[in-house]
């Protein structure tokens, strides 16, 4: 027969305190109805609602990286839904959101890892697909002409280049004037 040790009793995991705390317990709830249920569905248009809710609160307390990172969640969750276009204006929103802390950390001459930029840059080139898989070519050259404008402000300028490349070749598909396409890829 095995002797049973006297284990110490398990604590539960600290949580954190205060704000961050309410958030990742808000975040988890809302994750928690996109769980498949036995007999029942993911509840994907209370989720919609809960990120949304979440992420606007965040922007208002000024917490953009984290109100990004629920968009980002949002975009995921309306893909699910097939909502293509909210999909879009969402991660429009996350990547502007993104590209503004990544600003405001040059203005502050912080270091950064500049997680933000990739993040940003992502989600402009998702949306850019999106557009671009439902027609909306234009649209979709102006998105990177706006990734390529945020990446010269921070000073990125090869990536720029890259996205001002993609736009006019998207111009070029459009059958835009030679002269525009010459002049984007002059700037790149």
Do not use: W
Not at 64 to 77: D, E, G, I, N, S
Not at 94 to 102: D, Q
Not at 183 to 188: I, V, Y
């Amino acid at each position: 027969r095995k002797r049973k040790r006297n284990k110490p009793p398990m604590s539960a995991p600290p949580r954190s305190a205060g704000a961050s705390g309410a958030l990742l317990e808000t975040y988890r709830r809302i994750v928690a109805k996109l769980k498949r249920r036995f007999f029942g569905k993911p509840k994907y248009g209370e989720a919609v609602l809960g990120f949304r809710q979440l992420a606007d609160e965040l922007v208002r307390d000024r917490d953009p990286r984290h109100a990004a990172f629920v968009l980002q969640a949002l975009a995921r969750t309306q893909h699910a839904l097939g909502l293509d276009i909210e999909r879009c204006r969402t991660l429009l929103e996350a990547a502007r959101l993104l590209f503004a802390c990544e600003v405001e950390l040059k203005a502050q001459e912080v270091v950064s890892f500049e997680f933000d930029v990739v993040d940003a840059v992502q989600c402009y080139t998702l949306a850019s697909e999106i557009l671009e898989h439902q027609g909306r070519i234009e649209d979709a050259a102006h998105l990177c002409l706006e990734v390529a404008s945020g990446l010269k402000t921070l000073r990125k300028f090869a990536d720029a280049a890259n996205h001002l490349d993609r736009a006019s070749q998207l111009f070029a598909r459009m059958g835009y004037d030679t002269l525009v396409i010459s002049a984007l890829e002059d700037m790149a």
